[in-house]
Nanobody, 124 residues
Framework: VQLQASGGGLVQAGDSLRLSCAAS????????MGWFRQAPGKEREFVAT????????YYAVSVKGRFTISRDNANDTVYLQMNSLKPEDTAVYYC??????????????????WGQGTQVTVSS
């Protein structure tokens, strides 16, 4: 499967961005999906995950209440709506697909496929 992330950019603190990740070449609707990010000099970290049905979501503490993950299974796309952006949100954002289909517990998300990343830069 190929994952193509887009929607990043340079914004000011307090602004919003919506990231998209389009999947192709494989099954999308039966897999949990996630967003991760990597800031310069830091390890890649978890941001959010969504169940294959879209009914369950889970967020990192640092983004909870500001970011919203959603998906459109008809169009094989997962989104990350980011509001009230902060300079510490600056990172390359990656989408990822779970390693197995129909995983019930989204906390057991295990990335198996990664997108190429999209840069988000938040200025103060």
């Amino acid at each position: 499967v190929q994952l193509q992330a887009s929607g990043g950019g340079l914004v000011q603190a307090g602004d919003s961005l919506r990231l998209s990740c389009a999947a192709s070449g494989g099954t999308f609707s039966t897999y949990n999906m996630g967003w991760f990010r990597q800031a310069p000099g830091k390890e890649r970290e978890f941001v959010a995950t969504i169940s294959w049905s879209g009914r369950s979501t889970y967020y990192a503490v640092s983004v909870k209440g500001r970011f919203t993950i959603s998906r459109d299974n008809a169009n094989d796309t997962v989104y990350l709506q980011m509001n009230s952006l902060k300079p510490e949100d600056t990172a390359v954002y990656y989408c990822a697909k779970d390693s197995r289909p129909y995983v019930l517990d989204i906390l057991r998300f295990t990335p198996a496929s990664w997108g190429q990343g999209t840069q988000v830069t938040v200025s103060s």
